[in-house]
């Protein structure tokens, strides 16, 4: 089957592991998001995968050819894998034209066809061809950028960070267009970031990485909903975590009984919830509610962040809700939880 | 705009064109090598006569006697050079002592007075000049003179004269006084002189120094002189020649040599250089061009404008026996190089 | 793990087909670095060292008897006293007048500051020893230290002005502002906020004015004025390359070692600040008034008329009496030809030898490296005189075939003026950021061809700079010339030299002419780098 795969990859500098013993597998036409603090050696496996730099020891391999193993490694010219910088390194001293013709061996006619194509496809307009990449806007920038990678029909692409240097309401739309044509295309994608929102938007697959280490990975629901520790769970999205006393399946903790996705497990343990999980209300509608008290209600437009106190917490707890209704400073309220809590490792 | 990378092509392409035609900036391997100490403008009188009445090039590099005389000793049997002409007679000395001189044709000896070429040595006079006190008519009367160069040294005359003692010319005054008077003597006088004279880089700047009222007087040669008066005299028109004559030190008449070198790889058209140089055409151009330097072929007239060589009453000094090195480090040891 | 549709397996299929995978070799990383690149720039290290190694052997040669000899007697104390003098005297001069140009020109609302300022950098365009020309036809008696203050002065102070003139361009105006809000009057806050701001300005610039009055002979020598440099060339004339010459030049590397390492420790751990954006407000340029007006504009007036008015009148003067026939001359043009050629092999070459230094000081920075260009900028350090010495003693003995050949004189101006061009070139090959280079190789570019294609496009305005530098410093040269010309070869500043020598006034001014024309674009370009990284 056509993938890519990463064997125990190490890299080392000095005495700093950058990569430290990473395997990952993800299968042709998926998008990959490698996601994880600065300084997480995500980045260096990128570069590793682009071949610009190589791995102490371990494997890459992709679409069943080697690219590096046993100290060895294929040039980063013969791999035939695009790769999007982040401030989208577009060639200073050529026009856009040029920069997207770099990479092509084709000559005249076909060349410009070939050009104009793929200025098309990253829905520029056909009169930016002659502009200088200092006349380019940011986002601009980045499609140049991609249509030149897609030049090469590339086996894969990387995208270190590229949307990272825009505006919000612009990063939206660029993400779904890359993905988009990326899909369409049958262009495998491996995303670096440290914008947890757009990794879960963006892939299909995620991975986590800290410290040169591979935490975690899968699909970005069951990363998010069972993340494989409370930085992991914390990293990607706003969470509760309580103390639990657990047996057989259910978690006794502030907020009562709830069920966990863990039937095993016996004994004091912590437990996730994400915050869309509780329901917050008046008044007591169900039994299974909990009441609490608002400590404090810090406005913050759609949703605002409440310190609820509850009878059996030393500190209040932090929960981002809704805005509206907008429970006043000091009334009671409701907690329903609904489906599981995720029982994190000890 | 033009693209900057059609500009970079532009700028290598220039480059290389002319980094290509610098490839035959040195000259070409036919022809000869003149070491030339003389002075520039009457060599190449002499380069252009010859090539024209032979169609043989010659190349010249310009230095200083004892400059070019070292650099050839030094370079030993693969030198460059095939024909060496110097201002003044010691470095000649110093590459004849080397044995590297190749014997002159007898046809170039017979061309060129006795009295100017050494007895010994495979070098012949080419030119002659004679030690001369410049000195500012407005501030010395003829009273005033010095008698003899040794009187330079007194107390009176500190800070009142002039000379150019990195000048192979200087230098070569000083080996005739070294051959004349002795070591010591010599010695004794390069000290009086460190504290009495004024260094300067040239003769014409000495004598430019002494119009101008910087200084009284100063050692040179007499062709400096005759040379301004006969452009505009602007740099001489407060000045006049003394000669000291009663065969002092100061009157001695320095022989400017020219000698074939052993390793020269053309010797015949070196061989024609010298002779050519030595015989009519050459010697005709120290009379009428504005060299103003002493001829010294058989019967050869020089400038009329000049004192006659013979009532210089000059020393009579063995130029084979100047010795160069020994006055540059009596020189050096009196604090003057 | 998501499953892979069919329809994307058969897009990859597709490609495949396209580009079939049949698994080229795989290579051995290449090491970070080329070994081509280290070890073309340890070579260059190691060139630079020729010199320096040259005296030491020497030295040691000579025997530490006549070493003490030919060192240690009056005539070097006194040739000591005069260059220490010199400089001790100079410095200081070039220090305040360029410190006050730069003031009055960036931060004063002194009339037509930017014509002062490009006058103040014109007298680069005149070469030291046309200064002096200039000078001594116009008054004969002009001579001596004080004739060679005056002249060092006008010749080099622009190198002060230069680096002051940038620092007080950039340097935030809020800093004296806050200082006059704390309560100092002007005066007290020019001399404790703005000054010391300017103090690495000084360092640098009054480094460079040393070096040069170390190495400069024409100027001096028309001047009768002895240096250790003027010195070393009667040597050299009254005994080609003896020992006297030798140890001399031994003593003038060792000033230049002294100097070198005093601008280092007085820099202390202080760094040349890196240029920034340049400051967010431009600074209120002060209001002269009548009272402190007039003599301002005096000063430039009086500056310009010394530094550009004689040099340009007696020149002027010249030319005229010279008419028409004065460029007649049959040796002149040749002269420009090879002034041209010389200049532009040697600016090719210096270039090319800096390209490895100047990247690996970019993009691979080590101590090794550090040194390597410590080295380098050591010999560029020494006066001419001293590294030509060397390359005549070394091709004379050992190297023949590269004696008197158009090679060694070229080497001896990359070893002179090699930084010249790594400065330019290190600034662009910065601009071409290590990223781009990655992105061209991951569009199938081989590293090489991505060095050519991207890295060094980009760096062609610096190298181009770097080689206008070298290019107008070489056709100025005169000592190192003088002594390596092959048989037969004169530039326009050996040729100047041979005219003045025999005071030909008259045939030497073309020879001056021409070279302040070719000078001029260096000056233009320095103005134009200097209010370009001022951020203007």
């Given at each position: ?252 903790c502030a907020l009562g009984e709830i069920a966990v996705n863990d039937g095993q497990f016996c004994g004091a343990g912590r437990i996730m919830l994400r915050p869309e999980q509780l329901t917050l209300q008046a008044e007591a509608g169900a039994a299974s509610a909990v009441m609490a008290q608002v400590v404090e209600c810090d406005f913050g437009g759609h949703s605002s962040l409440l310190s609820l106190r509850l009878p059996e917490l030393a500190s209040p707890l932090q929960l981002r809700s ?25 | ?337 | ?302 500056t310009a008329a010394l530094t550009l008015g004689v040099p340009l009148l007696t020149l002027g003067h010249w030319l005229w009496e010279g008419g028409g026939e004065a460029w007649h001359n049959a040796a002149l043009w040749p002269a420009l030809r090879q002034t041209l050629l010389f200049g532009a092999a040697g600016a090719v070459l210096t270039v090319l030898a800096a390209v490895p230094l100047a990247w690996l000081s970019v993009r691979a920075p080590s101590r090794l490296q550090r040194l ?165």
């Amino acid at each position: 089957m056509s993938s890519l795969h990463l064997h125990q990859l190490c890299k080392h500098y000095g005495s700093v592991k950058a990569v430290d013993h990473v395997s990952l597998h993800a299968t042709a036409g998926s998008r990959l998001a490698i996601v994880g603090p600065s300084g997480s050696g995500k980045t260096t496996l990128l570069r590793m995968i682009a071949g610009f730099e190589f791995p102490d020891s371990g494997s890459i391999s992709l679409n069943g050819q080697t690219l590096a193993a046993d100290g060895r490694a294929l040039p980063a010219h013969l791999r035939r894998i695009g790769y999007v910088a982040q401030d989208g390194a577009l060639f200073p001293h050529l026009t856009v034209a040029d920069n997207i013709g770099f990479g092509l061996t084709d000559k005249g006619h076909a060349r410009q066809q070939r050009i104009a194509e793929l200025v098309e496809m990253v829905a520029l307009d056909q009169h930016m061809l002659q502009r200088w990449p200092h006349e380019l806007s940011g986002g601009q920038q980045q499609r140049v950028a991609l249509a030149r990678a897609l030049a090469q029909q590339p086996q894969l692409m990387l995208l270190d960070e590229p949307f990272s240097a825009l505006d919000t309401g612009l990063r939206a739309a660029m993400r779904q267009m890359v993905a988009q044509l990326l899909g369409e295309a049958g262009i495998s994608a491996i995303l670096v970031t440290h914008d947890q929102a757009e990794a879960l938007s963006f892939a299909d697959q995620l991975a986590v990485m800290r410290q040169g280490r591979l935490i975690q990975s899968g699909t970005p629901q069951q990363l998010y909903s069972q993340p494989a520790d409370e930085t992991t769970a914390l990293f990607l999205g706003e969470a509760l975590i309580l103390p639990a006393q657990v047996k057989a399946g259910q978690a006794q903790c502030a907020l009562g009984e709830i069920a966990v996705n863990d039937g095993q497990f016996c004994g004091a343990g912590r437990i996730m919830l994400r915050p869309e999980q509780l329901t917050l209300q008046a008044e007591a509608g169900a039994a299974s509610a909990v009441m609490a008290q608002v400590v404090e209600c810090d406005f913050g437009g759609h949703s605002s962040l409440l310190s609820l106190r509850l009878p059996e917490l030393a500190s209040p707890l932090q929960l981002r809700s809704a805005s509206w209704p907008l429970p006043a400073r000091g009334s009671m309220v409701a907690l329903t939880v609904q489906g599981r809590a995720h029982l994190l490792p000890a | 705009m033009s693209s900057p990378s059609t500009r970079f092509a532009k700028i290598s392409l220039l480059l290389a064109t002319l980094f290509a035609g610098s490839a035959h900036a040195a000259p070409s391997a036919e022809g000869i090598v003149v070491y030339n100490a003389q002075h520039e403008s009457l060599t190449k009188s002499w380069v252009e006569g010859f090539t024209k009445e032979t169609g043989i090039k010659v190349t010249v590099r310009n230095g200083s006697d004892s400059e070019m005389g070292n650099q050839i000793v030094q370079e030993g049997a693969s030198s460059p050079a095939d024909v060496f002409l110097t201002e003044n007679s010691p470095a000649m000395v110093l590459v004849d002592n080397a044995k590297l001189l190749a014997p002159l044709s007898p046809a170039t000896l017979a061309q060129v007075d006795p009295a100017y070429r050494p007895a010994q040595g495979k070098w012949v006079g080419i030119a002659a000049r004679s030690t001369v006190f410049v000195y500012n008519k407005n501030r010395l009367t003829p009273q005033e003179l010095p008698k003899s160069l040794l009187d330079l040294a007194k107390p009176e005359w500190k800070g009142r004269w002039g000379a150019a003692p990195a000048g192979a010319d200087f230098q070569a005054i000083v080996s005739a006084l070294l051959e004349q008077k002795g070591e010591a003597a010599t010695l004794a006088w390069l000290k009086a002189m460190k504290t009495n004279a004024l260094p300067y880089k040239g003769n014409s700047v000495v004598m430019k120094a002494v119009n101008a009222s910087q200084i009284d007087g100063g050692v040179i040669y007499h062709y400096y002189y005759f040379g301004d008066q006969s452009k505009t005299g602007e740099n001489s028109k407060n000045t006049a020649l003394h000669y000291f004559k009663h065969q002092d030190p100061g009157a001695f008449v320095s022989l400017s040599g020219g000698g074939v070198l052993a390793s020269s790889k053309h010797k015949e058209e070196a061989q024609a250089f010298l002779k050519w140089v030595t015989g009519k055409g050459g010697q005709d151009i120290l009379r009428t061009e504005n060299s103003f330097e002493y001829a010294v072929g058989l019967g050869a007239q020089s400038n009329p404008k000049l004192v006659p060589l013979k009532n210089l009453d000059a020393p009579k000094i063995d130029a084979s026996r100047l010795n160069s090195r020994k006055t540059v480090e009596l020189m050096t040891q009196a604090g003057l190089l | 793990m998501p499953s892979t549709s069919s329809s994307t397996s058969a897009a990859a299929a597709a490609a495949d087909t396209l580009h079939p995978t049949t698994s080229p070799e795989l290579r051995l990383p290449g090491r970070r670095l080329p070994l081509w690149l280290s070890g073309s720039s340890l070579l260059v290290s190691l060139l630079a060292l020729l010199p320096l190694a040259f005296i030491i052997a020497i030295s040691i040669q000579t025997g530490w008897e006549t070493v003490v000899r030919l060192v240690f007697r009056p005539r070097v104390g006194e040739l000591l006293f005069n260059t220490s003098l010199l400089v001790v005297l100079t410095l200081p001069l070039c220090v305040a007048l360029g410190i006050a140009m730069a003031w009055l020109t960036e931060r004063s609302n002194l009339p037509a500051r930017r014509i002062w300022s490009a006058l103040a950098i014109a007298p680069l365009a005149v070469p030291a020893f046309v200064h002096s020309y200039a000078w001594i036809s116009l008054l004969p008696a002009f001579n001596g230290l004080a004739a060679a203050v005056l002249l060092s002065v006008i010749a080099y102070f622009p190198f002060i002005y230069l680096p002051a003139a940038a620092a007080l361009r950039r340097m935030d105006p809020a800093l004296e502002d806050s200082a006059a809000a704390l309560g100092l009057a002007p005066w007290a806050v020019f001399r404790r906020v703005t000054l010391p701001q300017l103090r690495l300005a000084i360092w640098g610039g009054g480094l460079l004015v040393s070096l040069h009055l170390l190495a400069e002979y024409g100027l001096y020598a028309m001047i009768r004025f002895d240096t250790f440099t003027t010195a070393i060339f009667d040597q050299f004339q009254s005994s080609f390359n003896g020992p006297a010459a030798n140890m001399l030049a031994g003593v003038l590397a060792l000033c230049c070692l002294l100097l070198l390492s005093a601008e280092a420790a007085s820099r202390g751990t202080a760094r040349y600040a890196r240029v920034g954006a340049g400051s967010a407000r431009q600074a209120v340029p002060a209001r002269l008034g009548w009272r402190w007006g007039l003599p301002s504009l005096l000063l430039c007036l009086a500056t310009a008329a010394l530094t550009l008015g004689v040099p340009l009148l007696t020149l002027g003067h010249w030319l005229w009496e010279g008419g028409g026939e004065a460029w007649h001359n049959a040796a002149l043009w040749p002269a420009l030809r090879q002034t041209l050629l010389f200049g532009a092999a040697g600016a090719v070459l210096t270039v090319l030898a800096a390209v490895p230094l100047a990247w690996l000081s970019v993009r691979a920075p080590s101590r090794l490296q550090r040194l390597q260009e410590g080295c380098n900028y050591i010999t560029s350090a020494l006066p001419g005189i001293v590294t030509a010495l060397a390359l005549v003693t070394i091709t004379i003995n050992f190297a023949r075939p590269l004696y008197q050949t158009v090679l060694t004189i070229l080497l001896a101006y990359l070893l002179m003026f090699l930084p010249r061009a790594l400065i330019s070139l290190r600034a662009g090959i910065a601009q071409a950021p290590a990223e781009l280079e990655n992105a061209a190789r991951s569009l199938g570019c081989t590293p090489g061809r991505a060095l050519w294609r991207v890295t060094l496009r980009l760096a062609a305005p610096g190298a181009a700079a770097g080689m206008a530098m070298v290019f107008l410093a070489i056709s100025n040269e005169l000592t190192a010339t003088l002594l390596l010309a092959p048989n037969g070869t004169r530039t326009l500043a050996t040729g100047f030299w041979a005219m003045t020598s025999e005071i030909d006034y008259i045939a030497a001014a073309p020879y001056a002419l021409l070279m302040v024309v070719l000078s001029l674009p260096l000056t233009w370009l320095l103005h134009y780098h200097s209010k370009r990284t001022a951020g203007r």
